[in-house]
């Protein structure tokens, strides 16, 4: 992804956004249900990624008296953050890139990721920072999209052109291995599928555009793509529909990983004094 496109989108799409990322709220619900049985008290919370502040709000109510900090690199979806603030709910909206997150190291006790890293141009970069941030014993808990996300999308236009149009979506061993280099330990992850149903295909363009879903890849084409390669992407796309309805299926990868402490230059290790054994000369 080009983060300049990305908050270009998301800030064009700001207002709609609500009303159309219903997978957003899906994700978000399921994340939390997955982190009901972790004990923790957090008290520096950061949404990273917030977009609208939905899910900062509902952060707010499950763990009242925290700090929260809404980041987001789209300066119109802050906004909307700052519109739904209340008398109890008042979190600081943060304008920054994922991948150089502009917090101190090790002072936050939870990064909550919905629906973030799909987004993401360097994922490494990212996860790294998450770790810098992350407190030793703090919680990054993350919802993303498989590689089988929006496949139905992808093949009906690789019968078209080699030009990327559809993210390709890491899998989830990739994502946990991902975890351990950025310094995260322990990685809990599971998979999830999700069928979302359109009565036409003009209605789906309509809820991707409005989600902000467009083409951001890096390897995209950069000329205009032509009406009629798009209309043969669209039939082939639209011949998929049985009994009226044309499915897609979401692969959604849930997981935590916890933080190990901030990470030490190459070359340098620390080692606890306590653990030295001291040796008595006869």
């Known amino acids: 992804m080009v983060l300049r496109d990305v908050q270009r989108r998301f800030d064009r799409i700001a207002a709609s956004f609500d009303a159309a990322d219903f997978i957003h709220r899906v994700t978000f619900d399921a994340l939390m249900q997955r982190l009901l049985p972790v004990k923790i008290q957090p008290r520096n919370i950061l949404d990273l990624g917030c977009a609208s502040g939905t899910g900062s709000k509902q952060l707010a109510r499950r763990f009242r008296g925290s700090r929260l900090i809404s980041l987001d690199a789209s300066f119109a979806m802050l906004q909307r953050v700052r519109q739904r603030r209340s008398l109890f709910m008042k ?29 993401i141009d360097d994922l490494p970069a990212c996860l790294s920072e998450i770790a810098r941030v992350l407190r030793k014993d703090g919680l990054f808990a993350f919802a993303t999209f498989g590689p089988d996300s929006l496949s139905e999308i992808r093949e009906a236009w690789h019968s078209i052109d080699e030009d990327w149009h559809v993210n390709a979506y890491p899998d ?6 991902a975890f351990v280099r950025a310094g995260l330990r322990d990685p809990v992850l599971d998979v999830d599928h999700l069928e979302v149903t359109y009565g036409d295909t003009e209605a789906l363009y309509r809820d991707l555009t409005s989600a902000g879903a467009r083409n951001c890849l890096r390897g995209r084409r950069l000329t205009l793509t032509g009406k009629s390669r798009f209309k043969a992407m669209d039939e082939l796309l639209a011949a998929r529909m049985a009994d009226e309805v044309l499915s897609l299926r979401l692969e959604l990868v849930y997981g935590h990983a916890w933080g190990s402490g901030p990470r030490l ?3 340098e290790f620390r080692l606890d004094p306590t653990l030295i054994s001291r040796r008595q000369r006869d």
């Open 91 to 119: 979190p600081s909206a943060l304008q920054g890139d994922a991948s150089r997150i502009p917090l101190k190291d090790g002072s936050v006790d939870l990064v909550f990721a919905n629906m973030l890293l799909p987004w």
């Open 172 to 177: 989830m061993h990739d994502i946990g291995d």
């Open 265 to 267: 230059p190459d070359g």
